[in-house]
């Protein structure tokens, strides 16, 4: 016999404003099995809670059924409540009667009966619910962070100063991201190498953080808690253990070639380190231009090297790392303005881009800090800087890239700052200053001259003599079609997603936002967990951002991991499919469908089983459904209970 | 041998025969057969009749398309113009039951239908896909070295791109590796891209602000030190070759700037007779560029 | 002189407008491609990038906003809405996907339909309703035709009088004669020009 009792929320009005509460009561509490059934104002509240937990004791209820919310909201409130007062916790059903009744229909008759039967399914199945236990699956107590910017070095020192090992993998050749490309950083203007530098070393001291530069990670495979990572630790052309970072090899190579770290404004060697603070500082042979590697002739490096580091041999290595969860923080990639036929790059001399300008503009950049032409190499006198390229642009990135409005007056105010003569003209179409002291930074540009000119940039055309680009472009504040004959146009290109992020994304099985870059388990609630339980996303992979959101990002990051590695064991939830190993028969058709490669095929003495993983099982039921003799049952979703449900809402017709 | 449906228009055949004729025997030499439309019409144009009342240009250009399309080939137009009106009555007949069963019920009285199976191509697209860039190239018996060419692309042949499908409508190559291929240079100038004024019944309403328009570029190419502008439409080529003279009248300003259609350019290469090319019938005489080219033989 | 207040009431403005011009072209372009319109952040791109704005008082990115606020009869009443060429350039180039041109012709057709047709543009249509052409031969082509070695008319509604009076027709079942003011009769535009 058994006990159930009903519990029908008013959510307010938010479900007794469309279905009729009372009535409803009295409907169900006649319903077979049900002992009582009761309404009351807010279900989820401590009174509401308290009132189920009393009955359980009081009345001997067996099994519960709370009529109100999508079960995503409280079911866990209300597990809990079984559980404080001795219930099995499985011994719960929710029918969702806001969501999928009052919420979505306004017939007052019509919605009260869909409840109705929304409560008689959830009855049908709670009677037949098994009691079940959480499974327990030891955690390995590591974090793997992959990418190595801003937000992987906050990451990793959070965690590891909370005393938990990270292994941090940074497919360059050192770790610092694209921050360390930057001259100076908005809104205060301090030196992006001055305060990124100091954390760059503590990385490299922490005795917890393993680091693996010029490094990839090939291949993870695990769940939650209990991950396996491949990671190619790509040759350097030397030995790292005996490199002193002396520096003497990039000093005598013959060979130039432009540095993509310059973002080809300035030249490096065949042998380089990326700047003079890299961490580790030791270089890299680039294969494709050394000489010795691509002729045979050369070898330069090797004569010089004092410890006889280099080996043009020396080939990659594999090294597995096992970790409990992993954070990604690959970062992003400029956007390229080659595409925007209407401006020129690449083809007009003196438009270059805003990272351009950052290496131009960095003290330890091509030309130590003095921004110049590339056409001639003169000071340019009069500068425009064109936003929103590649940004809230339907023909390119439809989002705004939420930085190139900043960084375009900080790189403004700062040539103003070292050639106050110079006339700096910002074209926008909205200027988005929302951070902390954003406002404040652009009303700065304003005090010093710099004119802001309203209107997306419609061409530019290079007058052929001087060089000099011509910006043509409404001025939208005077209604005029305006012509601007400069020295210099920077392109505020915004962020966009990695080239190679799908690898990443296929690796993990993340998911994607319409924008490309890495989505989020929740745009509000869950910023930095992923669906892929165990894994969370730090800094721009996820979309694009400043430092300041970025760090914070990446102590949230932090913070998440460290909720699944600071225990020891994890709970899984029972609620996974079983196989009844008496009547399969190895035929493996559930392997194919099962999305989350929680099957196995097993080889016992005389014939195969499927074995199902029950830390990766999500209780999907899809190889429940593949399998063509019925031995896999999903736990409380069975064959019988289903129809169960079905009877009670069609009254025995099926 | 390769056939087409010749649309036709009304500019080419009614003000610029010369483009007709060279454009027909220079296709023959490449084994390719212009068939006639018989009664086609104006396409309409599309800047101009679309914007008086949308169904009639709509109809006017399904009708043209449908009578096209019953020699059973593809439909080949001279003009950007005409090449605008059918593309877009293709497209959005093609992409709307509803609007092509409307036309269709007004053309049935008619005794047509359109069917939406032929592809409407342009003269320039039958030159670099179908010939191709290598063969015009092998074919020149004239060279044309030495001749700065200014390409001028027109507007309804590339836009809307995402409609048209023709590559970048900024940057375009196509004319200029023609050009190339004659062994002249075609040489960059300022606002290349720009629309030459003749278009969206501006030249009919506004004339001075369609040769205000013209005058801005026939500058800008002089100013590139151009010889003539290669154009591929006949609406463009109307305002390049007769604006000139509109120019003169009302501004006082004498360019001499010849205008050559790009098949008229190919002719020069093959050897054509100026004759045949029907160069002299046009406002702007050919002769300063003439000169150059036999000059540059000698 | 008295001090008058120059301000716009939008609660004047007719706020039907805008449904009524996507009602106008709905049919032809598809409802998105009108209501793009909306979408337009005033950026000036198009204005920025039109060759007529760049010599006239034509401004694309005015005509968007009062369309979109319902200055009816500034916007159809405005000689600047026929300075437009149709050359695309800004419909390329709009970081909306605001489909410029085509908003530019639908209110164009709007205007015809007020009686706003100038009568250069009623001329133009009249030749097509005479003789099938836009542009119609002249005595002087048809002897250049000849010379060329072509036919001396081409092989249009010129040379087929039954295609010219399908043209004819189809004109007058899309109700074209009576937009244009075309008197059959006479063959001539009604009213004096
Ligand atoms: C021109 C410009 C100027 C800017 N100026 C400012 C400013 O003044 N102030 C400000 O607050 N913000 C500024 N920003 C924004 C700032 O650059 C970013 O917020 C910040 O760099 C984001 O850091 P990140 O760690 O998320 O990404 P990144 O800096 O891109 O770091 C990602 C790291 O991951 C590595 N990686 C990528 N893929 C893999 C992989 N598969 N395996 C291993 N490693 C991988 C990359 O090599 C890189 O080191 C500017 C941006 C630009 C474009
Ligand atoms: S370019 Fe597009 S968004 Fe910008 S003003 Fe013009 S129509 Fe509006
Ligand atoms: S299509 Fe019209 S409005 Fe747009 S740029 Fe060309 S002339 Fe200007």
Same mark, same amino acid.
């Given at each position: 016999?058994?006990?159930?009792?009903?519990?029908?929320?008013?959510?307010?009005?938010?479900?007794?404003?469309?279905?009729?509460? @009372?009535?409803?009561?009295?409907?169900?509490?006649?319903?077979?099995?049900?002992?009582?059934?009761?309404?009351?104002?807010?279900?989820?509240? =401590?009174?509401?809670?308290?009132?189920?937990?009393?009955?359980?004791?009081?009345?001997?209820?067996?099994?519960?059924?709370?009529?109100?919310?999508?079960?995503?909201?409280? =079911?866990?409130?209300?597990?809990?409540?079984?559980?404080?007062?001795?219930?099995?916790?499985?011994?719960?059903?929710?029918?969702?009667?806001?969501?999928?009744?009052?919420?979505?229909?306004?017939?007052? =008759?019509?919605?009260?009966?869909?409840?109705?039967?929304?409560?008689?399914?959830?009855?049908?199945?709670?009677?037949?619910?098994?009691?079940?236990?959480?499974?327990?699956?030891?955690?390995?107590?590591?974090?793997?962070?992959?990418?190595?910017?801003?937000?992987?070095?906050?990451?990793?020192?959070?965690?590891?100063?909370?005393?938990?090992?990270?292994?941090?993998?940074?497919?360059?050749?050192?770790?610092?991201?694209?921050?360390?490309?930057? $001259?100076?950083?908005?809104?205060?203007?301090?030196?992006?190498?001055?305060?990124?530098?100091? #954390?760059?070393?503590?990385?490299?001291?922490?005795?917890?953080?393993?680091?693996?530069? %010029?490094?990839?990670?090939?291949?993870?495979?695990? +769940?939650?808690?209990?991950?396996?990572? #491949?990671?190619?630790?790509?040759?350097?052309?030397?030995?790292?253990?005996?490199? !002193?970072?002396?520096?003497?090899?990039?000093?005598?190579?013959? !060979?130039?070639?432009?540095?993509?770290?310059?973002?080809?404004?300035?030249?490096?060697?065949?042998?380089?380190?990326?700047?003079?603070?890299?961490?580790?500082?030791?270089?890299?042979?680039?294969?494709?231009?050394?000489?010795?590697?691509?002729?045979?002739?050369?070898?330069?490096?090797?004569?010089?090297?004092?410890?006889?580091?280099?080996? %043009?041999?020396?080939?990659?290595?594999?090294?597995?790392?096992?970790?409990?969860?992993?954070?990604?923080?690959?970062?992003?990639?400029? +956007?390229?303005?080659?595409?925007?036929? @209407?401006?020129?790059?690449?083809?007009?001399?003196?438009?270059?881009?805003?990272?351009?300008?950052?290496?131009?503009?960095?003290?330890?950049?091509?030309?130590?800090?003095?921004?110049?032409?590339?056409? *001639?190499?003169?000071?340019?006198?009069?500068?425009? +800087?064109?936003?929103?390229?590649?940004?809230?642009?339907?023909?390119?990135?439809?989002?705004?890239?939420?930085?190139?409005?900043?960084?375009?007056?900080?790189?403004?105010?700062?040539?103003?700052?070292?050639?106050?003569?110079? @006339?700096?003209?910002?074209? %926008?179409? *909205?200027?988005?200053?929302?951070?902390?002291?954003?406002?404040?930074?652009? #009303?700065?540009?304003? @005090?010093?001259?710099?004119?802001?000119?309203?209107?997306?940039?419609?061409?530019?055309?290079?007058?052929?003599?001087?060089?000099?680009?011509?910006?043509?472009?409404?001025?939208?504040?005077?209604?005029?079609?305006?012509?601007?004959?400069?020295?210099?146009?920077?392109?505020?290109?915004?962020?966009?997603?990695?080239?190679?992020?799908?690898?990443?994304?296929?690796?993990?099985?993340?998911?994607?936002?319409?924008?490309?870059?890495?989505?989020?388990?929740?745009? #509000?609630?869950?910023?930095? *967990?992923?669906?892929?339980?165990?894994?969370?996303?730090?800094?721009?992979?996820?979309?694009?951002?400043?430092?300041?959101?970025?760090?914070?990002?990446?102590? $949230?990051?932090?913070?998440?991991?460290?909720?699944?590695?600071?225990?020891?064991?994890?709970?899984?939830?029972?609620?996974?499919?079983?196989?009844?190993?008496?009547?399969?028969?190895?035929?493996?058709?559930?392997?194919?469908?099962?999305?989350?490669?929680?099957?196995?095929?097993?080889?016992?003495?005389?014939?195969?089983?499927?074995?199902?993983?029950?830390?990766?099982?999500?209780?999907? $039921?899809?190889?429940?459904?593949?399998?063509?003799?019925?031995?896999?049952?999903?736990?409380? %979703?069975?064959?019988?209970?289903?129809?169960?449900?079905?009877?009670?809402?069609?009254?025995?017709?099926? | 041998?390769?056939?087409?449906?010749?649309?036709?228009?009304?500019?080419?055949?009614?003000?610029?025969?010369?483009?007709?004729?060279?454009?027909?025997?220079?296709?023959?030499?490449?084994?390719?057969?212009?068939?006639?439309?018989?009664?086609?019409?104006?396409?309409?144009?599309?800047?101009?009749?679309?914007?008086?009342?949308?169904?009639?240009?709509?109809?006017?250009?399904?009708?043209?398309?449908?009578?096209?399309?019953?020699?059973?080939?593809?439909?080949?137009?001279?003009?950007?113009?005409?090449?605008?009106?059918?593309?877009?009555?293709?497209?959005?007949?093609?992409?709307?039951?509803?609007?092509?069963?409307?036309?269709?019920?007004?053309?049935?009285?008619?005794?047509?239908?359109?069917?939406?199976?032929?592809?409407?191509?342009?003269?320039?697209?039958?030159?670099?896909?179908?010939?191709?860039?290598?063969?015009?190239?092998?074919?020149?018996?004239?060279?044309?070295? /030495?001749?700065?060419?200014?390409?001028?692309?027109?507007?309804?042949?590339?836009?809307?791109?995402?409609?048209?499908?023709?590559?970048?409508?900024?940057?375009?190559?196509?004319?200029?590796?023609?050009?190339?291929?004659?062994?002249?240079?075609?040489?960059?100038?300022?606002?290349?891209?720009?629309?030459? /004024?003749?278009?969206?019944?501006?030249?009919?309403?506004?004339?001075?602000?369609?040769?205000?328009?013209?005058?801005?570029?026939?500058?800008?190419?002089?100013?590139?030190?151009?010889?003539?502008?290669?154009?591929?439409?006949?609406?463009?080529?109307?305002?390049?070759?007769?604006?000139?003279?509109?120019?003169?009248?009302?501004?006082?300003?004498?360019?001499?700037?010849?205008?050559?259609?790009?098949?008229?350019?190919?002719?020069?290469?093959?050897?054509?007779?100026?004759?045949?090319?029907?160069?002299?019938?046009?406002?702007?005489?050919?002769?300063?560029?003439?000169?150059?080219?036999?000059?540059?033989?000698? | 002189?008295?001090?008058?207040?120059?301000?716009?009431?939008?609660?004047?403005?007719?706020?039907?407008?805008?449904?009524?011009?996507?009602?106008?072209?709905?049919?032809?372009?598809?409802?998105?491609?009108?209501?793009?319109?909306?979408?337009?952040? &005033?950026?000036?791109?198009?204005?920025?990038?039109?060759?007529?704005?760049?010599?006239?008082?034509?401004?694309?990115?005015?005509?968007?906003?009062?369309?979109?606020?319902?200055?009816?009869?500034?916007?159809?009443?405005?000689?600047?809405?026929?300075?437009?060429?149709?050359?695309?350039?800004?419909?390329?180039?709009?970081?909306?996907?605001?489909?410029?041109?085509?908003?530019?012709?639908?209110?164009?057709?709007?205007?015809?339909?007020?009686?706003?047709?100038?009568?250069?543009?009623?001329?133009?249509?009249?030749?097509?309703?005479?003789?099938?052409?836009?542009?119609?031969?002249?005595?002087?082509? &048809?002897? &250049?035709?000849?010379?060329?070695?072509?036919?001396?008319?081409?092989?249009?509604?010129?040379?087929?009088?039954?295609?010219?009076?399908?043209? &004819?027709?189809?004109?007058?079942?899309?109700?074209?004669?009576?937009?244009?003011?075309?008197?059959?009769?006479?063959?001539?535009?009604?009213?004096?020009?």
């Amino acid at each position: 016999m058994t006990n159930i009792g009903v519990y029908i929320c008013h959510c307010g009005t938010n479900i007794a404003g469309v279905v009729d509460v @009372e009535g409803l009561t009295q409907k169900v509490a006649k319903l077979k099995d049900v002992s009582l059934a009761k309404d009351y104002k807010y279900m989820c509240s =401590e009174p509401g809670q308290d009132l189920i937990r009393e009955d359980i004791k009081n009345r001997n209820l067996d099994r519960v059924v709370v009529a109100a919310c999508s079960p995503r909201m409280h =079911e866990n409130t209300y597990k809990k409540v079984l559980a404080s007062a001795g219930l099995n916790p499985f011994l719960l059903e929710i029918a969702n009667i806001r969501e999928q009744a009052s919420w979505v229909h306004l017939d007052k =008759e019509k919605t009260t009966d869909k409840a109705l039967d929304l409560i008689k399914m959830a009855v049908a199945k709670v009677r037949m619910d098994e009691p079940l236990t959480s499974l327990s699956a030891n955690v390995i107590q590591r974090v793997l962070v992959i990418g190595a910017g801003i937000a992987g070095i906050q990451t990793s020192l959070d965690i590891a100063n909370i005393g938990f090992d990270v292994v941090l993998v940074e497919k360059e050749q050192s770790i610092g991201g694209r921050m360390s490309q930057l $001259g100076k950083t908005f809104p205060t203007l301090d030196c992006s190498a001055c305060i990124l530098t100091p #954390k760059m070393v503590e990385v490299s001291l922490n005795p917890r953080i393993k680091l693996f530069t %010029y490094s990839e990670v090939e291949e993870i495979s695990g +769940f939650i808690g209990n991950f396996k990572a #491949k990671i190619r630790k790509k040759s350097r052309g030397l030995d790292e253990s005996l490199c !002193t970072g002396c520096g003497l090899c990039q000093e005598k190579c013959p !060979t130039k070639v432009p540095s993509e770290y310059d973002e080809k404004m300035g030249k490096r060697k065949a042998i380089y380190t990326l700047f003079p603070q890299a961490v580790p500082n030791i270089p890299v042979i680039d294969r494709a231009s050394c000489l010795y590697i691509t002729k045979g002739k050369c070898g330069v490096c090797k004569k010089v090297c004092p410890a006889g580091a280099i080996d %043009y041999e020396r080939t990659d290595e594999f090294i597995e790392e096992e970790i409990g969860a992993v954070v990604v923080a690959t970062g992003f990639d400029p +956007f390229d303005p080659v595409s925007k036929e @209407e401006y020129g790059f690449g083809i007009y001399r003196n438009v270059i881009t805003g990272l351009q300008l950052e290496r131009l503009l960095h003290a330890a950049g091509p030309t130590k800090g003095e921004v110049v032409r590339p056409s *001639d190499g003169a000071i340019p006198k009069r500068i425009a +800087f064109v936003q929103c390229v590649g940004s809230r642009d339907e023909h390119a990135n439809k989002y705004c890239s939420r930085v190139c409005c900043m960084y375009a007056i900080k790189n403004a105010l700062l040539i103003k700052e070292h050639h106050p003569e110079s @006339e700096i003209f910002i074209y %926008y179409i *909205d200027i988005r200053a929302f951070g902390k002291g954003y406002e404040e930074f652009y #009303k700065r540009a304003q @005090e010093n001259g710099i004119k802001f000119m309203r209107g997306r940039v419609a061409e530019i055309f290079e007058e052929q003599k001087s060089r000099n680009p011509v910006i043509r472009a409404d001025d939208t504040l005077l209604g005029m079609v305006t012509e601007n004959e400069l020295d210099m146009v920077v392109l505020s290109v915004g962020m966009i997603p990695r080239s190679d992020s799908s690898k990443i994304q296929k690796m993990l099985g993340l998911a994607a936002s319409p924008d490309g870059f890495f989505m989020e388990a929740h745009a #509000k609630l869950r910023p930095v *967990d992923t669906l892929v339980d165990g894994v969370f996303l730090a800094g721009t992979a996820q979309g694009p951002k400043d430092i300041p959101d970025t760090v914070a990002q990446a102590k $949230g990051a932090a913070s998440g991991a460290l909720e699944v590695i600071s225990h020891k064991t994890l709970q899984l939830s029972p609620l996974i499919s079983e196989v009844d190993e008496r009547l399969c028969r190895g035929c493996g058709d559930c392997k194919d469908v099962c999305e989350y490669g929680a099957i196995e095929i097993v080889t016992l003495d005389t014939h195969k089983v499927a074995r199902i993983n029950p830390a990766i099982c999500k209780g999907c $039921g899809a190889c429940a459904v593949a399998c063509c003799n019925g031995s896999i049952k999903l736990r409380n %979703y069975t064959d019988s209970i289903t129809f169960a449900m079905l009877d009670a809402t069609l009254g025995g017709a099926v | 041998m390769k056939e087409y449906a010749t649309f036709l228009g009304c500019i080419i055949p009614n003000r610029y025969p010369g483009i007709e004729a060279t454009s027909t025997s220079i296709l023959k030499y490449f084994d390719i057969e212009l068939l006639p439309i018989n009664g086609a019409s104006c396409c309409p144009a599309p800047g101009v009749f679309s914007c008086f009342h949308l169904e009639s240009w709509l109809a006017i250009a399904a009708r043209n398309i449908a009578i096209g399309e019953e020699t059973g080939q593809d439909i080949v137009t001279m003009c950007n113009g005409c090449y605008g009106s059918l593309a877009e009555a293709n497209h959005l007949l093609n992409g709307n039951k509803e609007l092509k069963d409307k036309i269709n019920e007004i053309l049935s009285k008619v005794g047509c239908e359109f069917k939406g199976n032929s592809k409407i191509k342009h003269m320039i697209e039958v030159f670099s896909e179908d010939i191709g860039v290598k063969k015009i190239q092998e074919s020149m018996k004239n060279t044309l070295d /030495g001749i700065k060419v200014c390409t001028h692309y027109g507007c309804h042949f590339l836009k809307p791109s995402e409609i048209k499908k023709h590559g970048s409508s900024e940057r375009p190559r196509f004319l200029d590796d023609i050009v190339r291929a004659t062994g002249a240079e075609s040489i960059d100038y300022k606002d290349k891209t720009m629309c030459c /004024g003749f278009g969206g019944g501006v030249r009919a309403k506004d004339i001075d602000v369609t040769l205000d328009f013209t005058r801005e570029k026939l500058k800008n190419i002089i100013l590139a030190g151009g010889d003539c502008i290669v154009d591929q439409c006949a609406s463009c080529h109307l305002e390049f070759d007769r604006g000139q003279a509109e120019i003169k009248k009302i501004y006082g300003e004498e360019f001499r700037l010849p205008v050559l259609y790009f098949t008229q350019l190919i002719g020069l290469g093959l050897g054509m007779e100026q004759k045949k090319l029907g160069l002299e019938f046009q406002n702007i005489p050919a002769q300063s560029l003439l000169d150059k080219i036999n000059g540059g033989r000698k | 002189m008295p001090i008058t207040r120059n301000i716009i009431r939008i609660n004047d403005l007719n706020s039907g407008f805008i449904d009524e011009f996507v009602e106008s072209g709905r049919k032809i372009f598809g409802e998105d491609v009108l209501r793009s319109v909306e979408l337009c952040i &005033q950026c000036g791109c198009c204005t920025g990038s039109c060759p007529s704005g760049r010599r006239t008082a034509f401004r694309t990115r005015k005509i968007f906003r009062e369309t979109s606020l319902g200055f009816k009869d500034s916007v159809l009443g405005s000689d600047d809405l026929w300075l437009c060429t149709t050359c695309y350039t800004c419909y390329e180039r709009c970081p909306r996907g605001v489909k410029t041109t085509d908003i530019i012709r639908v209110l164009r057709n709007m205007a015809v339909r007020e009686g706003y047709m100038a009568d250069a543009h009623r001329m133009t249509a009249s030749y097509v309703f005479k003789t099938g052409h836009g542009v119609p031969a002249n005595e002087e082509v &048809q002897k &250049q035709r000849v010379e060329l070695g072509l036919n001396r008319l081409p092989p249009t509604t010129h040379s087929f009088p039954e295609a010219l009076r399908s043209v &004819q027709e189809v004109l007058r079942l899309t109700g074209f004669d009576e937009i244009v003011g075309f008197n059959w009769e006479t063959m001539e535009l009604r009213g004096r020009i």
